[in-house]
């Protein structure tokens, strides 16, 4: 983290403001993360509700496909205990072979609803683990601390007070010296 403690700072204050730093770290590229995730997570969701719509009109599709193949079967069916010819049975079975194949467009789009529900988990599982890895990397108590001594140096010494004494003294003609004070 590139800190330093203070001088006579305790090692567990110095741990409490690693765990304000690194928190404070860990959000900002949390929020990073996330700004990077979301057009992801967006653009997933929108073709998740596109896939499901799919599904829905492949649904209604396959409804309507059956309902027309089981009227074009009641009406040859009709057709033959009146004694007519019966002449829609090609269009009754071309009718179910419709039918089946909107069967298989909903399973088609069930797979990828399903796919896209894959993809979003995985999306989810990928923003997880980066965060993980963000909350490991940046944890102060995993931090080991390397006790560094500072020896003074001269450029580091500052004088705050310099002050000069001055005792004046009298020589007599003996060569003695006497305080002028006296």
Request: overall charge positive.
């Amino acid at each position: 983290m590139k800190e330093f403690s203070r001088v006579n700072e305790s090692e567990r204050d110095f741990r409490v403001r690693l765990q304000q730093k690194a928190r404070e770290q860990r959000d900002a590229e949390t929020d990073k993360l996330r700004q990077k995730y979301a057009p992801k997570f967006a653009s997933l969701q929108e073709q998740m509700r596109r896939a499901q719509a799919a599904v829905e009109r492949e649904k209604d599709q396959a409804r309507q496909q059956q309902m027309q193949a089981a009227m074009s079967f009641g009406t040859t069916l009709l057709s033959g205990f009146l004694g007519r010819r019966a002449t829609g049975a090609r269009s009754t079975m071309s009718g179910v072979s419709r039918s089946m194949k909107e069967s298989r467009d909903i399973q088609r789009a069930q797979d990828t609803v399903g796919a896209m529900q894959q993809r979003m988990a995985q999306l989810e599982a990928d923003f997880k683990a980066d965060t993980e890895r963000l909350s490991t990397r940046l944890d102060p108590m995993a931090e080991q601390l390397e006790s560094i001594s500072v020896r003074p140096a001269k450029t580091g010494i500052s004088v705050q007070v310099l002050a000069l004494g001055w005792l004046p003294l009298w020589q007599n003609p003996d060569g003695k010296l006497t305080p002028a004070w006296e």
